[in-house]
């Protein structure tokens, strides 16, 4: 089974910015489906970013309202990492963000069932 080590998370201020990493043990080119949740303290694993294989043979990326503009998800096949480029922050923003290298689209949301052990991210007013 592949695993998932979640990197970059750390403390920064309202309308900074963060760069997430997650390093697979395996060829990411190979999958059919990555992204990235978070889940705050009391609440569920949200999604946050995914990109996934289309019908065409190319990519198409998913990202839920609250971050469009703001965050890019992207993959590097060389280095086998997924990465979250996450700008202009909001407090609200913060939690605990995991990387999913099996994720799918059933029952009207997005699912994943490989994590890695995520890594927090804080932003403070």
């Known amino acids: 089974q592949v695993q998932l080590v979640e990197s970059g998370g750390g403390s920064v201020q309202a309308g900074g910015s963060l760069r997430l990493s997650c390093a697979a043990s395996?060829?990411?080119?190979?999958?059919?489906?990555m992204g990235w949740f978070r889940q705050a303290p009391g609440k569920e694993r949200e999604v946050v970013a995914v990109?996934?294989?289309?019908?065409?043979?190319?990519?198409?990326?998913y990202y839920v309202d609250s971050v469009k503009g703001r965050f890019v998800i992207s993959q590097d096949n060389a280095k086998n990492t997924l990465y979250l480029q996450m700008n202009s922050l909001k407090t609200g923003d913060s939690s605990v963000y995991y990387c999913?290298?099996?994720?799918?689209?059933?029952?009207?949301?997005?699912?994943?069932?490989?994590w890695g052990q995520g890594t927090p991210v804080t932003v403070s007013s």
């Open positions: 990109i996934a294989r289309n019908g065409n043979g190319g990519q198409d990326t």
């Open positions: 395996t060829y990411i080119r190979r999958m059919y489906c």
């Open positions: 999913t290298a099996d994720c799918g689209f059933a029952g009207g949301i997005w699912r994943g069932t490989i």
